[in-house]
DNA sequence: CGCGTTTTGTTCGAGTCTGATCATTTATGA
DNA sequence: TCATAAATGATCAGACTCGAACAAAACGCG
C-alpha cells in the first residue's frame, strides 16, 4: 500500500480518541472544517474522517453539515436528542471568615449555585495570603474544582505573589470583594466587587444633607475594604468642599481591646476640638461600641454626634439603631457564580468580565435630624 | 477545489450552515438585509441566498420581503408555528451609528434578547447629545418601552445634562460603551464598557515584545473612545519605563479628507524624527489608510514601521493584514440586554451592576517581526 | 503463531448542494 | 390604471459529497 505519511509532523498513526480530539481542535480553532482538509491534514482517509464526525455529531459535540462539520449550531435542529450534557460543575469558594460579612456573600452564591445547578464548596480562612493559598490547594488537591471563587488577602508582595499563582492556575477563578490590580497586565481573573467609596461618599452626602459641615472618618485599616472607604469619604470631602486636613481621621487598627475606650475617648476630644459633629465610622461593630461608649459618656446621638456605620451587619443592635451603608453582600456571591457560570459554559471565547455593584444606604436614627450644636461658620444652605 | 470565488476576505467558503449563521448575524445587525447584498458579501449567487432565506423562514426565523429578509415581524401572519411571540418588555436601544463597530453591538443584543424572550427597537443617532436626544425622545413617544439602552454622547455641559435627563427617566437605563462618570453621585445608571485602555495598553506591551522601543500613538479626538485608548498608552509606556514626552502622539481629529495625506506625511516625519518604530493607530480605518499610505511611500511595514489598530472592524482588509484590538462588541450588547433584563426582572431591590470587559489583541501580520532599523539607545534587551 | 475483533481504506451508486435559464409574479413609478 | 423593471420559483444539469458493502490491515489474545 501507499505508505501514507500523515502529514502529521509525528509520523505516528494517532488512535482514533486522539484524532477526534484533534478534529475538534481543528474545529474550536477555526469554526469549521472540511472532510477533505482534515483527512489530509491527519492523513488518513475521508471516511473515517465522516464516521468521526457522525459520531461527534451524534453527541452534539459537532454540527454536521454537507463536506464537513461545524461548531454546534443553534440552527441545526438535528440536535433532538435533549441535553445529556447535564455535567454539574463544582466550584470552590475560599472566603476570610465565616462570621462576619462573608456569610450573606456565602447565601447569595448558594442560591444561585442552586439555580445554575452547581456545587459549591466552601472554606474559610485567615485574612492572609500564606493561608489563603493553602486553603484553595486543599481544595484543589482534595475535590474535583472547576472553578474557583475567592477573596484574597492581596496586601504586599506575598499577596501579589498570590494573585499571579492565581492567574496562573488551569481553572477559571473569580475574586469576590477584590479587584485585580490594573498595573497587573495579563489577568485573566474575573471579579465582583462593591464600589466602597461609592457607599462612603453616599453617606457623607448624607450627612451633609442634614447639615453636617464637618464630617469625620473613624476606619480600621486592617480590613482590606478600609482604603476604598477612605478614599470615597476623600473625594466627597473634595466634591462637597470640605477640607480634609482639618477633619479628624483616625485609624483604630493598631489598638488592643484594652486601648478601645482610651482611644474613643480621643476621638470625641478631637471631635469637639474640631467642631466635628458627624462621623463615618468603618466596621459596623467599631460603630456599634463607639455609639455604645458615646451614650455611656453622656454625648447624644445623633443631636452631638451623628453617626453612619459601614457594613450594616450588627448596626441595628444598637440604641440609638444606627445608619448604615449596605453593601449588596449577597448579590456578591450571586454575580460572582454567576460569572463562573458563564465562563464554565462559554469558555474562554468569554471576555474577562469586571463587575462593580453600589451599596445603599439603610438610614436609622443615628443620623437623622440637624446637628444640635451648629459648626462653626456657615450654615443652614441645605441641599 | 471549490468551484466559487467567495469575495470574502478570508479565502474560504463557507457550508450551508455557516452561510444562514452569517446571514442571521447580519440580519440581527442591520435589521434587515438585500438577497442581493448578501450574496455579493458572502460570494454566492442569489438564488442560494432566496433558498437559504426560505428555509430560515420556514423555521420562523425570519420574514420574507419582496428583494430580502427582515427579523420576524408580528406583522407577517405566515408564522405556521404559531407561536405565541409573548414578549414579555420591550427595550429601545440609540446608537450613534449604524455602519461602524454598533452592528456587532447590536447583533449582541438581539440575538441575547431573542434568548431572554424581549423585543429590541433600534435606532440611529448623530454622535451629539441633542439628537441622542430626540432619538430617545422619539422611541418614547411612539412606542411603549419598558427599557433604554444607549450610548450617549458625554461631552460638554449638553452632555452631562443629558446624562441627567436619561438618569431621571421613569424606565432602567443601561448605558453602552459608556461610563457614567464618578463625580456624579445619585447615579443610578448601570453600564457596560470595553475597557480601552486595558486594549491599548495591551497593544503597546506587544510591541515591545517585538522588540520596539518607540512605541507612538495615533489618535483621533472626534470619538469617545479615544481618551481611553491614549490614558491605557500613556499608562503602558509609564509601566514600560518609556518616556511619553519624546514620543510622537498625534491626533488627526481636526483634519479636512483633503488634508490626510499631508499629515499622515507629518507623522512619517515626527517618527522618522524621534526614532518611532511602531505605532498605535485609534480607529481602524485610519490605521487601514495609513498602512496605505505607508506603502506608497515605500515606507515597509511591519519592517519599518509596526502598526497595530484599534477597533477591528477593516484591519484584516488592508495589505499587509493589520494586527488591532478587537473590542468585544458582541458581548457589550449582550451584557446590556443581560442587564436590562435582570433589572426588569428583579425591579430596584437589585443593586446597580457595572461591567467592563477586556478586549482581545488579534495578531497580524503589521506587527509581528522585530524592527529593522534599531532604535536609537539600549535594545535587544527583549524579555 | 493463528484467530477473531476492531479499525481503516476503496469503489461506486445515490443523494445533495449549487448555479443557470426562463416563465411568472410582484413592486414601483408615470 | 397600466407599464416597466425587478424579484421569484421551477426545472435541469453539473460537481461534489455521502454511505453501504466489501476488502485489507492492525491489534489483542490465547
Chains 1, 2 share one sequence.
Not at 192 to 213: I, K, S, Y
Amino acid at each position: 500500500m501507499s505508505p501514507e505519511q500523515p502529514a502529521e509532523g509525528t509520523g505516528k498513526s494517532l488512535f482514533s480518541l486522539q484524532r477526534r480530539e484533534r478534529l475538534m481542535e481543528e474545529l474550536r480553532a477555526h469554526g469549521a472544517i472540511t472532510v477533505r482538509g482534515i483527512a489530509a491534514k491527519l492523513g488518513v482517509s475521508e471516511l473515517t474522517i465522516r464516521r468521526d464526525v457522525n459520531l461527534l455529531a451524534d453527541e452534539g459535540l459537532v454540527s454536521r453539515v454537507h463536506g464537513g462539520a461545524t461548531l454546534p449550531s443553534p440552527l441545526d435542529r438535528s440536535g433532538a436528542a435533549g441535553r445529556p450534557p447535564q455535567h454539574s460543575y463544582s466550584i470552590g469558594m475560599v472566603v476570610p471568615s465565616l462570621d462576619y460579612y462573608w456569610p450573606q456573600v456565602i447565601s447569595g452564591a448558594r442560591a444561585e449555585a442552586e439555580e445554575q445547578n452547581l456545587r459549591i464548596l466552601v472554606r474559610g480562612s485567615a485574612y492572609d495570603a500564606a493561608d489563603n493559598r493553602r486553603q484553595v490547594q486543599a481544595l484543589l488537591d482534595t475535590q474535583n474544582i472547576d472553578g474557583l471563587i475567592v477573596a484574597p488577602d492581596m496586601t504586599g508582595e506575598r499577596g501579589q505573589e498570590l494573585l499571579r499563582w492565581l492567574n496562573a492556575l488551569p481553572i477559571p477563578v473569580v475574586l469576590a470583594e477584590r479587584r485585580s490590580p490594573v498595573e497587573n497586565p495579563a489577568h485573566r481573573l474575573e471579579w465582583v466587587a462593591t464600589d466602597h467609596a461609592f457607599g462612603a461618599g453616599m453617606a457623607v452626602r448624607h450627612l451633609w444633607q442634614e447639615g453636617h459641615r464637618k464630617i469625620g472618618c473613624l476606619a480600621d485599616s486592617s480590613s482590606p475594604t478600609t482604603p476604598h472607604v477612605v478614599r470615597g469619604w476623600r473625594q466627597a470631602m473634595a466634591a462637597l468642599k470640605i477640607p480634609v486636613e482639618g477633619s479628624v481621621h483616625e485609624d483604630s487598627a493598631k489598638l488592643d481591646n484594652g486601648d478601645r475606650a482610651a482611644h474613643f475617648d480621643h476621638v470625641l476630644e478631637l471631635c469637639k476640638k474640631t467642631g466635628t459633629t458627624a462621623l463615618l465610622v468603618h466596621s459596623d461593630t467599631q460603630a456599634v461600641a463607639f455609639v455604645q461608649h458615646c451614650v455611656d459618656k453622656g454625648v447624644q446621638v445623633p443631636g452631638d454626634m451623628a453617626i453612619v456605620g459601614y457594613d450594616d451587619e450588627v448596626a441595628y443592635l444598637a440604641e440609638p439603631a444606627i445608619s448604615a451603608v449596605r453593601p449588596p453582600k449577597q448579590y456578591v456571591g450571586k454575580v460572582a457564580v454567576q460569572l463562573m457560570a458563564a465562563r464554565l459554559a462559554e469558555g474562554r471565547m468569554r471576555p474577562v468580565h469586571r463587575v462593580e455593584l453600589n451599596p445603599e444606604l439603610i438610614l436609622r436614627e443615628s443620623s437623622i435630624g440637624a446637628p444640635r450644636v451648629p459648626a462653626t461658620g456657615v450654615l443652614q444652605e441645605s441641599l
